[in-house]
């Protein structure tokens, strides 16, 4: 409850306490990412299956670490919480090839467990707190999740906090009202790991 109210504390600095509108592009919306139409992005918690065809001595099993990373028979720690399964593939077999001289060793990188997805849903809701899903989700999915607004939320004023892969963080207006009179379906995104949805 004590790491909620912090990021509660946190997104009402972030919104400015009530200071003037968020300047937004209404034609953005469309071009929010949309984590559901890109390959998988590993996190830690993940767990993956990395198999090495006819060499079964170095395919493996293994859970992403804290730190991002996972370690594999002979090649050791490779960081890959972050990145795609392509991406990590692509360096387990270039890597390989040190030991396994097998050229139709090939490589796959499965993820067979997803425990990364989190996000956070504060302010005037049922039960604000940390979720986290096995699929994803939008933001009046992840409302629902939090057990709807209550009778004291700005239904209309609501933020989504982004941080960009630079860093740098975003707030991006939700008409909750609109989304369910379906006059501005595109504002409904999907939300992405680590976003916070404040409803004020």
Known sequence: MRTVSFLLLWVLAAAGC????IVYDPGNYKKEHDPSKHEYVIGVSDQLQINVWRNPEVSSAATVRPDGTITMPLIGDIKVAGRTPTDVK????KKLTAFVKDESAVVTVAVIG?????????GNVGR????TTRYYVTVAEAIAMAGGPTRFADTE????????????????????????????????????????????
Do not use: C
């Open 18 to 21: 009530g200071g003037p509108p």
């Open 90 to 93: 692509a360096e387990i077999a």
């Open 114 to 122: 997803v425990n990364s997805y989190r996000f956070t849903v504060a």
């Open 128 to 131: 604000p707190g940390i979720f």
């Open 157 to 200: 004023q609501i933020l989504l906090v982004r941080t960009d892969p630079n860093g740098r963080v975003r707030q991006i207006p939700i008409n909750y009202d609109s989304i369910r009179s379906r006059d501005n379906p595109e504002q409904d995104l999907v939300v992405m790991s680590g976003d916070t949805v404040y409803l004020p």
